[in-house]
């Protein structure tokens, strides 16, 4: 069952967190660069667990991240993995919370090459799932082939958020930018 029929059978709290995501989020293309690394992160600790979970966690993991400002998080020292490993908010693994800091600093060293994250995506784009998750995991840690597909599904980068029935998908169609036409 896609994730657009999933929603209609939720209920109450539950419905409402996944349709505000679902409706406004996920699909859409993220042109800023830290809301690209929040998406990243926030799929990277999905691992092993539901999405739900990190729904209901985005607020805190924001606050935990300096909402997920990537020079801040880039700069973060023992004090801040510690803090992090401490903070009940958000998942406390630190395997995950050491690829948050890792990847924000591989993200500085793209964003100095190819201007932004965004654009070092762009450069890439068209790719199938294969070839950008063998792209991914030699540049980013924690960086499988789900995480990687959940990611670029979530921001337009690989079709699939949606089906094509979903009423949401024309808008998401209608947002992408001209690169996502290419074939």
Not at 40 to 64: C, D, H, M, P, Y
Request: glycine residues 4%.
């Amino acid at each position: 069952m896609s994730y657009c029929r999933a929603i209609t059978q939720m209920e109450g709290d539950r419905k409402a967190l996944h349709k505000k995501y679902h409706d406004q989020l996920y699909g859409f293309p993220i042109a800023e660069d830290n809301e690209l690394f929040c998406r990243l992160v926030l799929e990277i600790n999905q691992a092993g667990l539901s999405w739900e979970t990190i729904l209901k966690k985005e607020t805190s993991f924001r606050k935990a991240y300096h909402n997920f400002d990537i020079v801040k998080v880039a700069a973060y020292k023992e004090r801040d993995r510690q803090r992090l490993l401490a903070d009940a908010g958000i998942i406390r693994n630190r395997l995950k919370i050491d690829a948050a800091i890792a990847n924000a600093k591989t993200i500085l060293a793209l964003q100095k090459q190819h201007g932004s994250f965004r654009q070092w995506l762009d450069q890439h784009h068209p790719k199938t799932k294969a070839e950008w998750t063998k792209l991914f995991k030699s540049t980013f840690r924690f960086t499988g082939g789900e995480i990687v597909n959940e990611f670029l599904m979530s921001t337009g980068y690989l079709p699939g958020a949606h089906t094509d029935d979903c009423p949401v998908y024309k808008k998401v169609l209608k947002a992408r930018p001209a690169w996502a036409s290419k074939p």
